[in-house]
């Protein structure tokens, strides 16, 4: 991994620890789709080798805030579409999610803003670094 090549732990840590928790939402979403019935269709993801290959902190986590925002937007998309079809069920089940995209983004935002504050000071992004290794 990136961060872990650069020496920043704490970094490879906290987004490790993200991607679980997106594989847990992605597995409650599709264990409610089948519980409702629905057919769970999966497809690789491509992703874009510029995004893939990034190599500076900064850049890293504004591409994830823009996946937390686009997440979002999606989740409130899909509510909307629930309640316009009276499907109040969903779109309950749809609320947690949105409630934690709140939160995400708020946190990715925080680091993003935090990491920009940074940019010029290495011994406060190994700060940051340290503090993530401990959430």
């Not at 679980?20 to 993801?45: I, N, P, W």
């Not at 890293?60 to 998309?77: G, K, M, N, V």
């Not at 509510?79 to 995400?104: C, G, N, R």
């Not at 920009?116 to 340290?130: G, V």
């Amino acid at each position: 991994m990136f961060f872990e090549s650069i020496g920043l732990s704490g970094f490879s840590s906290w987004l490790q620890n993200h991607y679980k928790e997106e594989l847990g939402h992605a597995t409650r979403l599709m264990d409610y789709l089948l519980f409702r019935g629905a057919s769970v269709h999966l497809q690789d993801v491509s992703i874009d080798p510029e995004i893939k290959n990034q190599e500076d902190v900064s850049q890293i986590f504004t591409t994830l805030l823009s996946l937390e925002t686009t997440s979002t937007a999606a989740f409130q998309r899909l509510t909307e579409k629930a309640l316009e079809l009276k499907d109040y069920e969903t779109s309950v089940f749809l609320q947690k999610f949105l409630e934690i995209q709140l939160l995400e983004e708020y946190t990715v935002n925080r680091l993003v803003k935090r990491i920009h504050f940074a940019k010029e000071n290495p011994s406060a992004l190994l700060r940051i670094d340290h503090e993530l290794k401990n959430q």
